[in-house]
């Protein structure tokens, strides 16, 4: 594992600090590991998004669409 050494203003010291003690982190880097993690997957979700809208238009969100994907939903319990 690679080494980072991050420079703070002491006010986000602080907040890091407080964070770490509130939710129980092992240490300041765990915390912001998570951050970090956080950040990836929503970038992933951001592009997935526009992937979607780039790939053309999309089906007809009626009723009988939700009861199809309810449809797919127990089948695919049931498998």
Do not use: C
């Not at 809208?53 to 994907?69: A, I, N, Q, V």
């Amino acid at each position: 594992m690679a080494t980072m050494n991050v420079s703070l203003p002491d006010e986000l010291r602080k907040f890091v600090e407080a964070q770490v003690d509130e939710h129980d982190y092992v240490s300041s880097s765990e915390f912001l590991r998570e951050l970090i993690r956080r950040e990836q997957d929503r970038t992933q979700l951001r592009a997935l998004l526009v992937q979607g809208m780039e790939s053309g238009p999309g089906s007809k969100m009626d009723d009988d669409y939700f009861e199809r994907m309810r449809e797919r939903i127990r089948n695919s319990d049931a498998a």
